[in-house]
């Protein structure tokens, strides 16, 4: 152990002594500030004209959405948010520029929104055609879902088990400020990308510039070098992965929470346009995509670091990690395959989105519907440990010959 | 104290870099020759566990090439040695003993040690990547030492070392020598003249020469440039 310890640092410094780690982690903490920062730059123009920054528009939003924090989304405010809205004078035209839009609309954008989502109309006039009651308004979620069911492709024990799941969360939803949460679930597109990125650019090194260098004859002819270096090399890696994306997930939080709030945790998901019927709230939903984040960096450093063995080549293996991350990022397997368009959405360069994290689609096993939160974490820690035993193999077989 | 060597082959595609070589070695300064390509460095990476004959048995005291134990006695010196350009000289030497199974006090201690014995004391907290050649080449005898190993590979040491140095790191392998096997390759032959307990000769694979040298039978480079021009 004591051997460890003290191999275990000295991997950590090989890692940590080169200028590129920390370039990669001073610009992906950049890209992770822009993401909460961006939208509250810029102005907002009609005709040329400058009518408003984006950043006051966002401080009066919030404002009215902190306004209608703990009420019921329930008949009354549905009839408020509907009156509010009829009394726009010209409901065809540009609105939100007019008065009565900023006076009596606009404190009720957050709940007309999800009128409009859930009722599917995106145009006012078709909404205010409508009769938005209580009852109505739950009937349209429901039928909004279905309709999300059948584009998934879902089986039949599988929208029973989402109808059970919706009948466990009692109407009416209570609404809360909740932009904090929001984005911080936003930020996590983006780290989906930035998290295999660090590791392919940081992490390849750990084993192939032993065989550039030509060190591997030192370490593989010293006592611990075949078994020990080899752990101490893997939990090395593994740090520094598991840092660097706990540090990026704990920018982003720290950013969107400071920037937008931290109200709302409470909120259930079913309140928000996701069409999620998981009995969680929010903040929940949040910190479970903070876990699977930690856990998707343990497989990705391990399998960079595994993949740098084989290849014995770092840039071969930054190089294929990287055209993961592109096929995940602009591949697409349509819906109606099923299982590959499942299997797609878990690979661990795809896996770290909302959608693909709370996807409505299940496993079935033994008769449970088990959910993609719950199952593709256990398979990526399984996955660890099978990787990490088969790097093993390879690097212990590893011959020094030829140059 | 015994290296065994029984029937050890490598070959690589259409190569024999090592053919059926069987040696017993005992205390003492060991003298490899042979030009390149002979197939010395095979041989060494094979007696250090880096590389796997492909039949044949190395063993040390009856300890198999493949124990943890066999390469604990172990000391090496690759010819084409790597370093880590950002670690000082003391942290290379303490990393090492780390990956030998040094424990830390008696490491540091060792690695003071052998920093001055290679002359390199005054720059032990400078990083690697600051030195010349030839202190590179110290401090990788100095790891080789860390140990204090019963078997001592030296694959080419005096490789990018000044006349001076040269003439010291013999004195040193003659004093190692006389408590522990000492395998020294090299193609100078007045490397090793002077010191080897017994001199061996390699060609295309194959152990031509072995046995001690004395004056008596003439001139130890003539006989080996004899030796591994005649075809």
Redesign the interface.
């Known amino acids: 152990m004591?051997?460890l310890s003290?191999?275990y640092r000295?991997e950590l410094?090989?890692i940590t002594?080169?200028k590129i780690f920390w370039i990669t982690l001073f610009l992906s903490l950049l890209v992770v500030a822009t993401i909460p920062l961006l939208p509250l730059t810029g102005k907002s123009y009609v005709d040329g004209e400058v009518t408003d920054t984006h950043y006051h528009m966002f401080r009066v939003d919030q404002a009215h959405e902190r306004a209608l924090s703990g009420r019921a989304i329930d008949q009354a405010l549905l009839s408020e948010t509907v009156s509010a809205y009829e009394k726009i004078p010209d409901p065809e035209g540009r609105y939100t520029l007019t008065e009565e839009y900023q006076a009596c609309a606009r404190p009720y954008a957050a709940v007309f929104q999800l009128i409009s989502r859930w009722f599917d109309q995106p145009v006012l006039k078709d909404i205010l055609a409508l009769e938005v009651t209580e009852e109505s308004f739950y009937e349209a979620r429901l039928a909004f879902l279905e309709e999300e069911w059948q584009g998934q492709f879902l089986t039949e024990r599988e929208k029973a088990f989402w109808l059970q799941k919706e009948a466990e969360i009692s109407t009416p939803y209570l609404y809360y400020y909740h932009e904090g949460y929001t984005m911080l679930l936003k930020s996590f597109n983006t780290l989906c990308v930035l998290i295999p990125l660090f590791a392919a650019i940081c992490l390849p090194g750990v084993f192939a510039e032993?065989h550039t260098?030509?060190?591997?004859?030192?370490?593989?002819?010293?006592?611990?070098?075949?078994?020990?270096?080899y752990l101490a090399k893997i939990s090395a890696g593994v740090t520094v992965s598991l840092a660097s994306c706990a540090l990026m997930v704990l920018a982003s939080a720290i950013l969107a929470l400071g920037i937008y709030g931290t109200d709302g945790f409470a909120m259930q998901l079913q309140a928000t346009p996701y069409p999620f019927s998981h009995p969680l709230t929010i903040g929940a939903a949040c910190l479970i995509m903070c876990g699977i984040s930690l856990i998707l960096s343990v497989f990705i450093g391990i399998f960079v670091m595994v993949l740098s063995e084989c290849l014995q080549n770092g840039i071969a293996a930054m190089s294929v990690t990287v055209a993961l991350i592109l096929i995940a990022l602009l591949g697409k397997v349509p819906a109606q395959h099923r299982v590959l368009s499942q299997l797609f959405c878990w690979l661990p360069f795809s896996f770290l989105n909302i959608r693909n994290v709370f996807d409505l689609r299940t496993l079935p096993v033994f008769g449970h519907c088990l959910l993609s939160w719950q199952i593709v974490p256990v398979l990526y820690l399984l996955s660890c440990a099978l990787l990490a035993a088969a790097g093993r193999r390879v690097y212990q077989r590893y011959?020094?010959?030829?140059? | 104290m015994e290296l065994i060597m029984d029937r050890v082959s490598k070959q690589?595609k259409n190569k024999i870099a090592v053919d059926r070589i069987s040696l017993t070695l005992s205390e003492g300064v060991h003298g490899l020759l042979g030009e390149n390509g002979a197939g010395k460095t095979?041989l060494m990476?094979m007696l250090?566990?880096?590389?796997?004959p492909d039949s044949g048995t190395v063993t040390f005291d009856g300890m198999d090439v493949s124990e943890?134990?066999y390469?604990?006695h172990?000391g090496?010196l690759?010819q084409?040695?790597?370093?880590?350009p950002?670690?000082s000289a003391a942290?290379f030497l303490?990393?090492?003993a780390?990956?030998?199974?040094i424990?830390?006090q008696k490491a540091k201690q060792k690695a003071s040690e052998l920093l001055a014995l290679v002359s390199l004391s005054d720059v032990a907290r400078k990083k690697i990547k600051t030195f010349s050649g030839g202190m590179k080449q110290r401090l990788g005898i100095a790891?080789a030492l860390l140990?204090d190993p019963k078997l001592l590979i030296l694959d080419e040491p005096t490789a990018g070392l000044d006349p001076g140095e040269r003439v010291r790191f013999r004195s040193l392998i003659e004093t190692l020598g006389k408590n522990s096997i000492v395998l020294l390759s090299t193609h100078i032959v007045s490397d090793i003249e002077h010191i080897a307990d017994q001199v061996l000769i390699m060609r295309q694979g194959q152990l031509i020469y072995q046995g001690k040298w004395d004056e008596t039978k003439g001139d130890l480079e003539d006989f080996y440039l004899r030796e591994t021009t005649a075809k």
């Not at chain 2, 084409?80 to 880590?84: E, L, N």
């Open positions: 004591e051997y003290t191999l000295y410094k090989k002594g080169k032993e260098r030509r060190t591997d004859q030192l370490i593989l002819s010293g006592a611990k070098g075949k078994t020990t270096v011959q020094v010959s030829g140059r | 690589y095979t990476r250090c566990g880096i590389l796997t943890e134990a390469r604990a172990l090496y690759p084409d040695f790597g370093y880590y950002e670690f942290d303490r990393y090492l780390a990956l030998k199974g424990p830390k790891q140990n």
